[in-house]
């Protein structure tokens, strides 16, 4: 069987702006399946790895970062933001924006699970691509 060679271009841009709810602290149903949190997934199509660096903005205080991340190439990255706990831990239930800027082209996204009902749900956010 054979595959198609990687695209020459890579796709994506160096930088990416989320806003988001906050992380509920609680849910229903067992952990860690159950567990509320934030993934951020950062897709590189490139040849070369990416050095990734994001911020973390609140509503009340000064933004938090930066936290590095990198992602090989041509490879998928997803990450739950509760992971994140250096230079600090997310704050949970508050609502929070991210920039995240990168050295190479990424594709990026956030999504996460939201599980205070019984039925856990999945929110989905829309990414602003700056120019």
């Known amino acids: 069987m054979a595959f198609a060679p990687p695209p020459a271009t890579t796709a994506g841009r160096r930088r990416w702006l989320?806003?988001?709810?906050?992380i509920p602290a609680t849910g229903q149903g067992p952990e860690p399946e159950f567990t509320s949190h934030h993934l951020l997934g950062l897709l590189n199509t490139g040849p070369e790895i990416a050095n990734a660096r994001v911020l973390v903005y609140y509503t009340r205080r000064a933004p938090?970062?930066?936290y590095?991340?990198?992602v090989a190439p041509r490879r998928l990255r997803r990450l739950r933001l509760n992971d994140?706990?250096?230079?600090e831990a997310i704050r949970?239930?508050?609502p929070y924006g991210l920039?995240?800027?990168?050295?190479?082209?990424l594709v990026a996204h956030l999504g996460g699970q939201h599980s205070l009902a019984r039925a856990a749900a999945r929110t989905w956010t829309l990414?602003?691509?700056a120019a």
């Open 64 to 66: 938090v970062g930066p």
């Open 92 to 94: 949970l239930e508050h």
């Open 127 to 129: 990414a602003f691509v």
């Open 84 to 87: 994140l706990i250096f230079p």
């Open 68 to 70: 590095r991340l990198t």
């Open 99 to 105: 920039a995240v800027d990168s050295d190479q082209p």
């Open 18 to 22: 989320f806003a988001a709810p906050g």
